[in-house]
């Protein structure tokens, strides 16, 4: 089991950025892939940004070059920096961790709780 905590999410003005962070701990594999979405009411929760395994990132359209997502693989943190915020980006935020013991093992899928960013106009 993976557990995840986020923190971070909170009211901003347009223009400002805020920093979300998800810290996991328990069954960590060495195989671990991370990604934040978002979800407003009413609609499917969306990709915001990835992680894998590799280092390499990928990014929705709408977010791209003012998100960035990282790691810090000494704490089992993944982050997510959020500038130039507006209000299309109010949403829960949620934290997704896929984690495998070694490359052929069983992947396992864990969410965080969410967090609510509320960007003002």
């Known amino acids: 089991q993976v557990q995840l905590v986020e923190s971070g999410g909170g009211l901003v003005q347009a223009g400002g950025s805020l920093r979300l962070s998800c810290a996991a701990s328990?069954?960590?594999?060495?195989?671990?892939?991370m990604a934040w979405y978002r979800q407003v009411p009413g609609k499917q929760r969306e990709l915001v940004a990835g992680l894998t395994r590799y280092g390499s990132t990928n990014y929705a359209d709408s977010v791209k070059g003012r998100f960035t997502i990282s790691r810090d693989g000494a704490q089992n943190t993944v982050y997510l920096q959020m500038n130039s915020l507006k209000p299309q980006d109010t949403a829960v935020y949620y934290c997704n961790w896929k984690t495998r013991a070694y490359l052929y093992a069983t992947e396992y899928d864990y969410w965080g709780q969410g967090t609510q960013v509320t960007v003002s106009s």
């Open positions: 328990g069954t960590i594999g060495s195989i671990n892939v």
